[in-house]
């Protein structure tokens, strides 16, 4: 019984054990901030991906493209797992721009908008169209024009309070759309005849903001059919460059995309007398996130590096648990002595420390993940007032692409951190405790004659 | 007493020295001693003759480095970890110069604990009423019943003193070792603290207590001398 009160005694009446708590709440309040931002800023990002691609993709990386997609797509469509599928154009273009005056370089995808929006979110991401998505091309002010949809970054100015200033209004601007038509060999169609490039003008009709910085700051949507004839696509044997898949709700993901990696073996090998079947060889099947890896990858790698640098943090807490113990027992041998004068054992003496080591681990962890969960409830709170106040902003909006820092607070998450919290602790008393449990009574009660 | 027929604590032969730098100090050369069931036994001595030792050793406190200690004819040597630790909570009972008490706990508690002290969890809550009601008693029998609730601190120097005797007594101990306890005490106090020892060696209590003090010593039934680490007079 000693060995529960004790502890408890100790850990209410010694101001030392005070300081204790005071380090273990700071190390799991700065452990959950960070963790749970990163991991909420990472799941974003990954989350969005996810949306924007679809469950699967089926792509080349040539340029060129690949055949018979609309085949496959049938295929897949009398399939029980997959739910819908479209067909993508990824390529390049030179683009000049009404509205910017500029020449660039940009990313074009081309995309068919009925089946395009029931497999990824491209609904979601449109501004003027967010409720009739099919006539996201069709701008408003002449429907009789092509349209197209530009990347939110690439045309409207993003404030630094993480909006866009998007007006109220769809300005009549025209975009000069280039391409360079390929053959199936790959050279440039036309070439030696007349000039190898196919041109196009678009007119503004919405703006996409996918929340994925890279694709709205580099990307044109265009229909579909429109990027295949501009690219050269459009010959006989009509090619595409990707297919995006989305599986029925519930599907693992994984395991229906080795269904489709199969179903596409089959596909190759059933029509391997194609005209352009030497283009199916460039084909890969990935699940999206294996598609996304180069992306996705380096910040999950941070997310890693992050924990790693929290072990620090953890062995920092061993430390500054074991220099505390270490004061409290030399503190504390004048009580070790007259408690194994009274019979207690040394294992008694070690329940003794542990538990107070536990108290404080639990005291810390529940104090740390409190204060945590406070901060974190008003961090887009706190972070608009510093704004506001001093326009400091944790991640600048102009180039972040993220509205409110995001966070992701889980009880299992917390859990593991207050676990952590609690072991951190017993392990940095563990050597003060062991040398009480071996300090010899006679000696501490001398000493503490002096 | 005799020794031959009561004989509860015994020593023979004890040596012990302590390392002090690169000299050896020899404290205890070659000490018998023999102590009967109800005995007042007073080890009296000057500063550093090794009497506060000797009672250490007598009460598995410390070891010697040779010789023997018997307790009921056992030799302590033999006695493992535990029933050492058993010996301490429930043969022996211990009061020292400087009250030895834990500053977290009240008086009732600090009592309590030489019975908590080999009691689990669980065992203590059938054994809880009967400990407490034991310790009320012997707090009542020292005139503390009012200072139960108290911490060591809120104390008198005196009241302390009787709060470790009461502790010493609580699991009823065959032997109480005393350490110089009225050395931290004003005569007065002293002198209360040594009626308390009188009436416990009345009501049969075998107690060895260490002084320096001579007078303190002449109260006890029997003095033994330590001159040296070596015993001059019985």
Known sequence: ?450 | MTETNNCILSCKDIFKSYQMGSMRLEVLKGVDLTVGDGDFVAIRGASGSGKSTLLHILGALDTSDKGKVYFEEKNLADFSGRKINEFRNKKVGFVFQFYHLLDELTVLENVLLAKMAQSSAIGWLGRSDGAKKRARMLLDQMGLSARIGHRPFQLSGGERQRVAIARALMNEPQILLADEPTGNLDSATGNDILRVFESLHDAGQTIVMVTHDEKIASRAGRVITLVDGRIASV
């Open chain 1, 1 to 450: 019984m000693y060995n529960i009160i004790l502890p408890v005694r100790f850990f209410l009446r010694r101001r030392i054990t005070i300081l204790a708590v005071f380090a273990v709440a700071i190390c799991v309040f700065t452990v959950v901030v960070v963790m749970t931002v990163m991991s909420g800023l990472v799941s974003d990002f990954v989350e969005k991906n996810h949306e924007f691609y679809g469950d699967c993709v089926v792509w080349t990386d040539s340029l060129v493209g690949f055949g018979l997609y609309e085949e496959f797509i049938t295929e897949l469509n009398d399939t029980d797992f997959v739910a819908s599928a479209c067909p993508v154009i990824n390529t390049f273009g030179l683009v000049q721009s009404e509205a910017t005056g500029k020449n660039a370089a940009l990313n074009l995808m081309g995309i068919d908008i009925e089946r395009q929006i029931k497999t990824t979110n491209f609904a979601d991401t449109l501004y003027y169209r967010k409720t009739a998505p099919s006539l996201a091309f069709v701008p408003s002010y002449d429907p009789n024009l092509f349209g197209c949809a530009v990347g939110v970054d690439l045309l409207v100015e993003r404030l630094r309070t993480g909006q866009y200033n998007q007006l109220t209004y769809l300005p009549m601007w025209s975009y000069v759309i280039t391409c360079f038509p390929l053959t199936p060999k790959g050279s440039l169609a036309r070439s030696g005849i007349s000039l190898a490039a196919n041109s196009k003008t678009f007119f503004y009709s919405d703006n996409s903001n996918s929340g994925l910085a890279k694709v709205d700051s580099t990307t044109i949507y265009l229909p579909f059919e429109q990027l295949q004839t501009l690219c050269g696509m459009d010959t006989s044997a009509k090619r595409t460059g990707a297919i995006f898949i989305k599986f029925k709700p519930g599907s693992d993901i994984s395991g229906c995309s080795e269904k489709v990696q199969a179903l596409w073996r089959d596909f190759t090998a059933k029509n391997s007398d194609f005209a352009l079947a030497g283009l199916f060889k460039n084909v890969s099947v990935r699940d999206w996130k294996t598609y996304r890896r180069s992306t996705i990858a380096p910040m999950e790698k941070e997310q890693t590096m992050l924990i790693l640098l929290f072990l620090l943090i953890g062995l920092i807490t061993v430390f500054i648990i074991f220099v505390i113990f270490y004061m409290i027992i030399s503190r504390k041998s004048r009580d070790i002595g007259i408690l194994k004068s009274l019979g207690v054992s040394k294992l008694g003496i070690v329940r003794v420390f542990l538990r107070l080591a536990f108290l404080v681990g639990l005291a810390g962890a529940c104090i740390g993940i409190a204060a945590g969960l406070v901060f974190l409830a008003n961090i887009n709170r706190l972070e608009g007032w510093l704004f506001d106040k001093f326009g400091f902003q944790m991640w600048n909006r102009e180039i972040y692409a993220i509205g409110e820092i995001p966070h992701n607070t889980g009880p299992v998450l917390l859990t593991i951190v207050a676990a952590c919290a609690i072991a951190a602790c017993l392990l940095g008393a563990l050597l003060p405790t062991l040398s009480a449990a071996r300090m010899k009574c006679v000696d501490t009660l001398r000493v503490n004659q002096l």
